[in-house]
């Protein structure tokens, strides 16, 4: 059996056109963007000109774009700025974010830089925003909100605009990790409510190791990384030339597609939901599947028994690539802190199946027919 892989959230293939791409300044454009000489202007060149693709894709100034190693940078550059530079010492944040997230607001709650709030989650998983309107009101110091675009794990959507006038309202900055959203939905940053942005090209099939940080222009902070003049200062070290191209490339694509792909992803969904309803008894959809939520992802809890308990194990074996909550996690399987928080149900086994435009109802069918067996 062909392997059939449904963790696209954790990390995506490829895109051959992509490669292409980035082949030139693999081999013989390789001048430093940082030199004098025409070698170096040309990498130069290709770095500002996939700064100005990024930009215009996302509705957002050239100069508000800023090439990092990923979304956890971005995101530790952007929470880490916020309490430093801008003055936050009250950051609200919520229980379901992304680890780049937790792990740094909470490194800076223990080293006493800022108080730290969870806001309250709604039972199917999205953010309670009448609680976090009670959280801005109570709050004697200035804020910093970091809520993502969409769980990684379970795929709820947030309302950006909405939380982004919330913030606005209470003088607070807003962050949203929007790793899995960048290059799958489209963005208007002009007319977005947000301060900082965060994106990360494996998502959309771009390469591994790059990202990107969209720093609004009336935001000023300090480089987290310092050594260097580069991304104009904000960010030291060599650029990371051929993945930043990439980087641009991909997300050109992913644009230029975005009607189809989601429309026949979300399809592919949806028949995954109808099958396993159909054919698995007691199963169960985490958080908000039909309702505002990523087309790419869909968590599925099943009975826990002996068999299930073995899912993962099992699906491998069988070349089927999954995940039980996010890849960051799923080698030493302590469980999922997404899935603890909306639906701590200690006699279910939660998996992640998240989709891309290479998967086939063909493989769905066949993933399903072998959950079947396992089960």
Known sequence: ???IYLDNAATTALDPQVLEAMMPYLSEKF???SSIYSYGRESRLAIENARKSVAKTLGAHPAEIFFTSGGTEASNTAITAAVRDLGCTHIITSAI?????????EYLHKQGEAALSFVKLLPDGHIDMEH??????????????????????????LDMQAVGELCKLYGAIFHSDTVQTVGHFPFDLRNTPVHFITGAGHKFHGPKGVGMLYINENVKIQPFIHGGSQERNMR???ENLYGIVGFAKALEMATASFEEDSAYINALKMHMMEQLRKHVKG????????GHSLYTVLNVSFPKTEKSE???FNLDINNICASGGSACTSGADAGSHVIRAINNNPNQVAVRFSFCK??????????????????
Request: negative net charge.
């Open 236 to 238: 030291a070290g060599t």
């Open 132 to 157: 976090l309107e009670q959280l801005l009101a109570q709050s004697e110091d200035k804020c910093l909100v970091t809520l993502m675009h969409a769980n990684n794990e379970i795929g709820n959507m």
């Open 310 to 312: 073995m899912m993962l």
């Open 358 to 375: 290479h998967n086939t109802r063909e493989e769905i069918d066949a993933v399903v027919a072998k959950l079947k067996e396992l089960i």
């Open 31 to 33: 001048g430093n963007p």
């Open 97 to 105: 974010e992304h680890h780049a997230t937790l792990h740094t607001v």
């Open 1 to 3: 059996m062909n392997r």
């Open 283 to 290: 199963v169960h959809f985490n958080g908000d599947p039909t």
